[in-house]
């Protein structure tokens, strides 16, 4: 069973995704005010959304060129 996606929330973390690309996931999570666990979860529903994210080997997100093949 999945869980049901927060709209709201789902559309802040991206939006805190693109303003600020280059952190480390716990960064986003402070920053939303939510555990790093329920900010991977919105991860994850992002990325079924169609949200393409690529983390380095630092551990920080960035955001995939959506006209990048």
């Known amino acids: 069973m999945s869980r049901k996606a ?3 929330r789902l559309s802040e973390a991206e939006q805190i995704l ?4 280059g952190e480390r996931a716990s960064y ?3 920053a939303m005010r939510i555990h790093r666990y ?3 979860t919105l991860l994850a529903m992002l ?3 169609g949200v393409r994210l690529w983390e ?3 551990g920080r997100l960035w955001l995939c ?3 990048q093949d």
């Open 6 to 8: 927060d709209e709201t």
């Open 18 to 21: 693109q303003a600020r690309q």
């Open 28 to 30: 986003y999570a402070r």
């Open 38 to 40: 329920d900010f991977n």
């Open 47 to 49: 990325n079924d959304r």
């Open 56 to 58: 380095d080997k630092k």
């Open 65 to 67: 060129d959506p006209d």
